[in-house]
């Protein structure tokens, strides 16, 4: 559903998934930095911030339809993979949430 006006496109199941694991990369990476092994986690933390970031960028980019929306959510699918396995490595339910939803954005985002 389009927040204004008659949608421009077809992405909007991606750019909700996309919403979703910017939000849920965020949550986790607040909550893991007061886990009590946060010096563990640093390297992951940071991989969820990416994460964060680039599917953000990709829900942006497909919300204006750009030329290059396909070939950025196919780099989106990667990140999320990759930060779906580093979530999984922490047994924590936070962690195991965040993959659910990076492992989501993946498939999303590689249907496009």
Same mark, same amino acid.
């Given at each position: 559903?389009?927040? *204004? +006006?008659?949608?421009?496109?077809?992405?909007?199941?991606?750019?909700? *998934?996309?919403?979703?694991?910017? !939000?849920?990369?965020?949550?986790?990476? *607040?909550?893991?930095?007061?886990?009590?092994?946060?010096?563990?986690?640093?390297?992951?933390?940071?991989?969820?911030?990416?994460?964060?970031?680039?599917?953000?960028?990709?829900?942006?980019?497909?919300?204006?339809?750009?030329?290059?929306?396909?070939?950025?959510?196919?780099?989106?699918?990667?990140?999320?993979?990759?930060?779906?396995? +580093?979530?999984?490595?922490?047994?924590?339910?936070?962690? !195991?949430?965040?993959?659910?939803?990076?492992?989501?954005?993946?498939?999303?985002?590689?249907?496009?």
């Amino acid at each position: 559903m389009s927040i *204004v +006006g008659k949608p421009l496109n077809n992405y909007q199941q991606c750019i909700d *998934v996309c919403l979703r694991c910017f !939000q849920a990369c965020h949550e986790c990476a *607040v909550l893991c930095l007061q886990e009590p092994d946060v010096a563990q986690r640093t390297t992951h933390i940071a991989m969820m911030m990416e994460c964060a970031s680039v599917c953000k960028e990709a829900a942006c980019l497909m919300t204006m339809n750009a030329k290059h929306a396909r070939e950025f959510c196919k780099i989106c699918a990667t990140i999320c993979e990759e930060c779906a396995t +580093g979530c999984t490595q922490f047994k924590d339910e936070h962690c !195991q949430q965040c993959a659910d939803e990076c492992k989501k954005c993946a498939v999303e985002c590689k249907a496009m």
